[in-house]
Nanobody, 122 residues
Framework: VQLQASGGGLVQAGGSLRLSCEASTRTFSNYDVGWFRQAPGKERELLAHINWSGGSTSYADSVKGRFTISRDNAKNMVYLQMNSLKPEDTAVYYC????????????????WGKGTQVTVSS
Protein backbone atom coordinates (compact mmCIF):
# COMPACT_ATOMS: atom_id res chain seq x y z
CA VAL A 1 0.00 0.00 0.00
CA GLN A 2 1.26 3.48 -0.85
CA LEU A 3 0.53 6.42 1.42
CA GLN A 4 0.69 10.16 0.83
CA ALA A 5 0.44 12.67 3.65
CA SER A 6 -0.55 16.28 3.06
CA GLY A 7 -1.87 19.32 4.85
CA GLY A 8 1.18 20.52 6.70
CA GLY A 9 2.19 24.13 6.86
CA LEU A 10 3.02 27.07 9.07
CA VAL A 11 0.58 27.99 11.83
CA GLN A 12 0.70 30.17 14.91
CA ALA A 13 0.60 28.68 18.38
CA GLY A 14 -2.97 27.94 19.39
CA GLY A 15 -4.01 27.37 15.81
CA SER A 16 -5.24 24.27 14.02
CA LEU A 17 -4.30 22.12 11.06
CA ARG A 18 -5.81 19.00 9.53
CA LEU A 19 -3.46 16.48 8.01
CA SER A 20 -4.67 14.01 5.41
CA CYS A 21 -3.29 10.64 4.43
CA GLU A 22 -4.42 9.06 1.19
CA ALA A 23 -3.84 5.36 0.60
CA SER A 24 -3.59 3.68 -2.76
CA THR A 25 -4.99 0.24 -2.17
CA ARG A 26 -8.31 -1.47 -2.88
CA THR A 27 -8.23 -3.09 0.54
CA PHE A 28 -7.72 -0.02 2.73
CA SER A 29 -10.22 -1.26 5.28
CA ASN A 30 -7.86 -4.16 6.03
CA TYR A 31 -5.26 -1.80 7.49
CA ASP A 32 -4.70 -0.07 10.78
CA VAL A 33 -3.19 3.40 10.31
CA GLY A 34 -1.16 5.69 12.52
CA TRP A 35 0.34 9.15 12.54
CA PHE A 36 3.93 9.66 13.64
CA ARG A 37 6.15 12.70 13.86
CA GLN A 38 9.85 13.34 14.05
CA ALA A 39 11.45 16.57 15.12
CA PRO A 40 15.11 17.38 14.46
CA GLY A 41 17.35 15.54 16.88
CA LYS A 42 14.47 13.56 18.35
CA GLU A 43 13.19 10.03 17.93
CA ARG A 44 10.14 9.31 15.85
CA GLU A 45 7.01 9.38 17.99
CA LEU A 46 3.69 7.58 17.47
CA LEU A 47 0.96 10.16 18.02
CA ALA A 48 -2.28 8.42 17.15
CA HIS A 49 -3.42 5.08 15.87
CA ILE A 50 -6.76 3.97 14.42
CA ASN A 51 -7.96 0.47 13.69
CA TRP A 52 -9.30 -0.80 10.38
CA SER A 53 -12.92 0.16 11.06
CA GLY A 54 -12.31 3.42 12.90
CA GLY A 55 -13.91 1.94 15.98
CA SER A 56 -10.76 2.01 18.09
CA THR A 57 -8.25 4.78 18.53
CA SER A 58 -5.30 5.49 20.79
CA TYR A 59 -3.24 8.60 21.45
CA ALA A 60 0.09 9.57 22.90
CA ASP A 61 -0.16 11.56 26.10
CA SER A 62 1.55 14.48 24.38
CA VAL A 63 -1.42 15.00 22.03
CA LYS A 64 -4.37 13.50 23.89
CA GLY A 65 -7.23 15.97 24.01
CA ARG A 66 -5.74 18.13 21.25
CA PHE A 67 -5.41 15.78 18.27
CA THR A 68 -8.10 13.56 16.75
CA ILE A 69 -7.53 10.74 14.29
CA SER A 70 -10.32 9.59 11.98
CA ARG A 71 -10.74 7.69 8.76
CA ASP A 72 -13.06 7.41 5.77
CA ASN A 73 -12.62 3.97 4.22
CA ALA A 74 -14.85 4.87 1.27
CA LYS A 75 -12.32 7.54 0.30
CA ASN A 76 -9.18 5.66 1.39
CA MET A 77 -8.37 8.55 3.71
CA VAL A 78 -7.14 9.01 7.26
CA TYR A 79 -7.09 12.40 8.94
CA LEU A 80 -5.36 14.00 11.89
CA GLN A 81 -7.12 17.05 13.25
CA MET A 82 -4.66 19.06 15.31
CA ASN A 83 -5.94 21.78 17.61
CA SER A 84 -4.28 24.03 20.18
CA LEU A 85 -0.96 23.61 18.44
CA LYS A 86 2.22 24.38 20.33
CA PRO A 87 5.72 25.23 19.09
CA GLU A 88 6.87 21.83 20.35
CA ASP A 89 4.52 20.21 17.83
CA THR A 90 6.86 21.38 15.07
CA ALA A 91 8.05 18.28 13.21
CA VAL A 92 7.71 16.23 10.06
CA TYR A 93 4.50 14.22 10.28
CA TYR A 94 4.12 10.79 8.69
CA CYS A 95 1.25 8.41 8.20
CA UNK A 96 1.91 4.69 8.25
CA UNK A 97 -0.15 1.54 7.86
CA UNK A 98 -0.02 -2.11 8.69
CA UNK A 99 -2.31 -5.02 8.05
CA UNK A 100 -4.89 -5.12 10.82
CA UNK A 101 -4.28 -7.86 13.35
CA UNK A 102 -4.45 -7.01 17.06
CA UNK A 103 -4.98 -3.36 17.94
CA UNK A 104 -3.74 -3.89 21.47
CA UNK A 105 -0.28 -4.86 20.28
CA UNK A 106 2.41 -2.21 19.67
CA UNK A 107 1.91 -0.56 16.30
CA UNK A 108 4.96 -1.19 14.12
CA UNK A 109 3.82 -0.51 10.56
CA UNK A 110 5.48 -1.78 7.42
CA UNK A 111 4.13 0.88 5.06
CA TRP A 112 5.13 4.53 5.29
CA GLY A 113 4.30 7.66 3.38
CA LYS A 114 6.49 10.67 2.80
CA GLY A 115 6.17 13.23 5.54
CA THR A 116 4.59 16.63 5.63
CA GLN A 117 6.19 19.49 7.55
CA VAL A 118 4.28 21.18 10.36
CA THR A 119 5.77 24.34 11.82
CA VAL A 120 4.18 26.09 14.78
CA SER A 121 5.41 29.59 15.50
CA SER A 122 5.29 31.15 18.94
Amino acid sequence: VQLQASGGGLVQAGGSLRLSCEASTRTFSNYDVGWFRQAPGKERELLAHINWSGGSTSYADSVKGRFTISRDNAKNMVYLQMNSLKPEDTAVYYCAADYAYDFSRPFKPDYWGKGTQVTVSS
